[in-house]
């Protein structure tokens, strides 16, 4: 039964057997902060009933749950 030798016989063959492909090293990711005033799209969880409750008044629901929670985040009560 013919097999392959473990080592190449071909000195070609060995010198490239000892110089494999050397993997490039990752670069760190960068970490870019959110230009001030802009939205970013998120998935957040929130009770059905909170939900329907700003809903309700229609088109306009997440910029309704932006102020409130923006009026919570300014210590002001929320509407």
Known sequence: ?????????????????????AKKPVAPAIERRALPETKELVSIKIDSAVLEYFQKDGPGWQDRINDALRAVMQGKPAA
């Open 1 to 21: 039964m013919a097999h392959t030798p473990r080592r190449p016989v071909n000195p070609m063959d060995a010198a490239e057997a000892l110089f494999k492909p």
